[in-house]
């Protein structure tokens, strides 16, 4: 199989562990500032609430207790609801549950707690402290409307509303189950696993001549990132199927096995 010149990543696209595009698109300028807004709306109207509720129940307490419990009731809203509804959700908070949007990772996957935490945290000078023009300068001048949060949390905003249709990948190529198994599958190129899984997807609109020169093209470029390499005799097509499902099959047993180690340690915290 010969080498691969640059595959290009399409703009916009994002993918999954599992190279899977999802063909899901940045959200727009406008629908990002709809939903912080309504988000805003949400946590203005929780704060407000709280500190009526703590002044009305809590009169007679000194100047620094009060200040002690504003803080925090600053903390949990601006900064603890936010991430919690967020993680919970894997991107979704009501303002952008409304708009159709949702935060993922740069490389399309679910938004953990540490990205959550940095964007509420940034947030609360970009968004609040500043009435959110860091954040507005930022996502006019970023490829996907990040704002700084996004930027160093490595996360954007897409839109949900789609109707692009996934396609999944074809089955193990038995002749190569065995050495996919044991091969060390490297950290993929972005933008080679999102041609090779498109790639994957439409080659039976392909011209045969084309399919082929493609697939050796998208063959090559992945060679260097497992190791050992394939038998020499492979199929380079059905070598792009077999590091792509592997490589989805082991994303997947990560998966459980994170899930698997949570619910252990929820039972733990419960028997405590």
Known sequence: MSAAGPVGEPVGEIVTGEAVVLGLRAASFASRMLSA??????VGLVFGALLWGTSALLSDTDEAA??????AETV?????IPVAVETATRGRTVGKLVMGVRVVRDDG???RFRHSL???VLGLFELWSLAGSPAIICSLITQRGKRVGDLLAGTYVVRERSSARHVPLPPMPPELAGWARTADIGRLPLDTTTAARQFLARTA???????????LQLAGALIPFVNPAP???ADPERFLVAVLVERRDREFERMQRREARTRE???TIGRA
């Open 37 to 42: 807004l309504l988000d805003a709306v949400i």
């Open 66 to 71: 009060s200040a002690a419990i504003t803080l």
């Open 76 to 80: 949990l809203c601006f900064v603890g």
């Open 109 to 111: 996957g679910p938004v």
């Open 118 to 120: 940095v964007r509420a």
């Open 205 to 215: 609109t392909l011209n045969p001549a084309s399919r082929t020169a493609l697939g």
């Open 231 to 233: 038998p020499a005799q």
């Open 265 to 267: 340690l929820e039972r």
